[in-house]
């Protein structure tokens, strides 16, 4: 993916748009211009640079070059195509239990554009579109989900911290890992994100002060995407929207529309640069929905009507990107469908990598617990081992 975020040789090399075909919004803040002094809560400040259609705010379009938008186009097509090949695999028994991303896809990718190499993301259990662009292979990602050891730990090379599935818990380690980076006068940052109901986590709370306290150069991005898995946000909190979270620990805070990736994407940049800078935290809710299972263990149909799904399917962040597209000039639709099979075809050839490669080897279970086993775990094992040589399972 392009390194330089902000390189644009000619910003002002654009398609014109028709006259009238993108009416000015309602709302948004000029990139480069996020108050950084205290807000009112009851005026908290959005940024939307794309509506739900597509039409543009002309005068917060970002200046970021060509190669940039059409990868980051192919980013979020890549991470719809794993994120459905992902469910179809765990509904044939291929892959564990996993959390899907449908709809928030946008939001996830937005929040890792603006990064250097020498930056660092501490992701949430629904992250693996923003994993793939910051080097995650998905051959990697499918080894991960299916359970085996070799998918967990980072790629070499890659600043990520792994994923916990304990809501919340990654925040602190994440925080801590930016006050590092102060120790250790590194003008880099660390971005971190987390859902909704991960606010309702004492151990974010004191996150959240600990960075605005020490001025750690970290971005906290929460997903709000309506749902603590069955429990919906008017149950979770009592303010309007979450970004008076970040506020109320004395630190810049901003509501975007998270399935605007442009939106995203110019946020994250601000407040990683200011981070970077020694301006230390700022808090983004990021606005989107959990339009799937909160993880493939989950049925939602029991707690949520279809009917509020239905509106998020007109504010699809990939459409709306591909509007964008077609007036800039980049894509047509004939070229949005080649991108569209190119990537179910690299999904594809991931998995049959992974088929290729992912090998159970059931009988090294006990082979790493202790250096020597105790007299009760050596019965298991060979209770364990008996059965398999009775048939109960195989290497392989």
Not at 90 to 102: H, K, S, W, Y
Not at 271 to 284: E, K, S
């Amino acid at each position: 993916m392009p390194d330089d975020f902000n390189e644009n040789p000619d910003p002002e090399a654009t398609t014109p748009a028709a006259e009238g075909q993108y009416p000015e919004p309602k709302h948004g803040v000029k990139p480069g211009h996020m108050d950084t002094s205290p807000i009112d809560p009851g005026n908290i400040e959005v940024l939307q640079i794309l509506d739900e259609h597509g039409q543009l705010d002309k005068s917060l379009d970002p200046p970021l070059n060509d190669e940039l938008l059409v990868s980051m186009h192919r980013g979020l097509v890549l991470t719809r195509t794993f994120d459905h090949r992902m469910l179809t695999m765990q509904r044939q028994g291929e892959m564990g239990t996993f959390a899907p991303n449908l709809g928030q896809e946008a939001c996830q990718l937005g929040q890792v554009i603006p990064l250097s190499k020498k930056d660092w993301y501490s992701p949430s259990y629904r992250s693996f579109g923003a994993q793939i662009w910051r080097g995650w292979s998905m051959e990697r990602l499918l080894l991960l989900w299916a359970g085996y050891h070799e998918g967990f730990p980072p790629p070499a090379g890659v600043n990520d911290l792994p994923f916990s599935i304990v809501v919340g818990s990654h925040v602190l380690p994440a925080v801590g890992v930016a006050m590092g980076m102060n120790y250790k006068s590194d003008a880099s940052c660390m971005v971190v994100n987390f859902g909704d109901g991960a606010l309702s986590q004492g151990a974010v709370a004191e996150a959240l002060n600990i960075a605005a306290v020490n001025a750690a150069p970290v971005v906290f991005v929460c997903e709000n995407n309506g749902w603590a898995i069955s429990t919906p946000l008017n149950k979770q909190a009592a303010s309007e929207n979450l970004a008076v979270r970040g506020l109320g620990f004395g630190m810049p805070s901003i509501r975007v529309d998270g399935n605007d990736i442009l939106a995203m994407t110019v946020a994250v940049d601000e407040a990683a640069q200011r981070a970077r800078g020694g301006g230390g935290p700022t808090f983004i809710e990021a606005v989107t929905y959990r339009m799937s299972l909160h993880t493939t263990a989950d049925d939602p149909t029991v707690y949520r009507e279809e009917k509020l799904v239905d509106p998020w399917e007109e504010r699809c962040p990939i459409r709306r990107f591909e509007t964008y597209m077609k007036y800039k000039g980049l894509l047509d639709s004939t070229t949005i469908e080649r991108i569209h099979a190119e990537c179910e075809q690299e999904v594809i050839k991931a998995r049959d990598h992974f088929r290729s490669t992912a090998a159970s080897h059931p009988r090294e279970i006990f082979d790493h617990l202790f250096e020597q086993l105790p007299e009760e775990l050596e019965a298991q094992r060979d209770a364990y081992l008996r059965r398999l040589d009775e048939g109960g399972g195989s290497d392989g």
